[in-house]
């Protein structure tokens, strides 16, 4: 069973920059797609920024040109760098394969990110 453990949340001011790592386990990394999502309060889940096998990116306008998502495959570890923080982007964030997240078969406990004013 495949599974992805998301980490580097907590508490930043406005302006600030915080990155996220995401560390995956059994599963072969390297042959898949990988998500950046987040929730806030009372909203729905939403996809922040995508990199595929091949490196291509993209991402959600609302973070565009702020957030960059990387990936080691040699560390099976999957990146989120967030700069120039809003108090809007307070929210759990997690990562995930994007099949894994449409069908709802697998979440991580996500991790933290609080953006003060």
């Known amino acids: 069973q495949g599974q992805l453990v998301e980490s580097g949340g907590g508490s930043v001011q406005a302006g600030g920059s915080q990155r996220l790592s995401c560390v995956a386990s059994g599963i072969s990394f390297s042959l898949f797609d990988i998500g950046w999502y987040r929730q806030a309060p009372g909203k729905e889940r939403e996809l922040v920024a995508m990199i595929g096998t091949d490196r291509r990116t993209n991402y959600a306008d609302s973070v565009k040109g702020r957030f960059t998502i990387s990936r080691d495959n040699a560390k099976d570890t999957a990146y989120l760098q967030m700069n120039s923080l809003k108090p809007e982007d307070t929210a759990v964030y997690y990562c995930?394969?994007?099949?894994?997240?449409?069908?709802?078969?697998?979440w991580g406990q996500g991790t933290q990110v609080t953006v003060s004013p």
């Open positions: 995930n394969i994007p099949s894994w997240a449409t069908s709802n078969r697998y």
